[in-house]
Nanobody, 125 residues
Framework: VQLVESGGGLVQAGGSLRLSCAAS????????VGWFRQAPGEEREFVAA????????YYADSVKGRFTISRDNAKNTVYLQMNSMKPEDTALYYC???????????????????WGQGTLVTVSS
């Protein structure tokens, strides 16, 4: 599985951005795609994930109600729509995918087998 992110950039607080993650290949019924982010000096944290087969979504509390994850089966692409953005959303955002994810492990970075190169999101105050 190869993942290519796009859509990062600079946005003012309160604004919106949409990240895309184009994926090639998937194999199991437990296939899921997630977004993680890492701010300078911080650990990588879970943002959102979507199970491909059921479209079940998962969100970190910090983004719930502001971010929406979705997928386009025809384009093999996952999107992260980010609204009402805050300066604390500034980070390098990574797309990740895995074939062995279950609900209880969806937020665990170590359970994802494939990672993109990351796209930088900067929110100015």
């Amino acid at each position: 599985v190869q993942l290519v992110e796009s859509g990062g950039g600079l946005v003012q607080a309160g604004g919106s951005l949409r990240l895309s993650c184009a994926a090639s290949g998937r194999t199991s019924s437990n296939y899921a795609v997630g977004w993680f982010r890492q701010a300078p000096g911080e650990e990588r944290e879970f943002v959102a994930a979507i199970r491909w087969s059921s479209r079940t979504t998962y969100y970190a509390d910090s983004v719930k109600g502001r971010f929406t994850i979705s997928r386009d089966n025809a384009k093999n692409t996952v999107y992260l729509q980010m609204n009402s953005m805050k300066p604390e959303d500034t980070a390098l955002y990574y797309c990740a995918a895995g074939n062995r994810l279950i609900t209880s492990t969806m937020t665990w970075a170590a359970q994802y087998d494939y990672w993109g190169q990351g796209t930088l999101v900067t929110v100015s105050s």
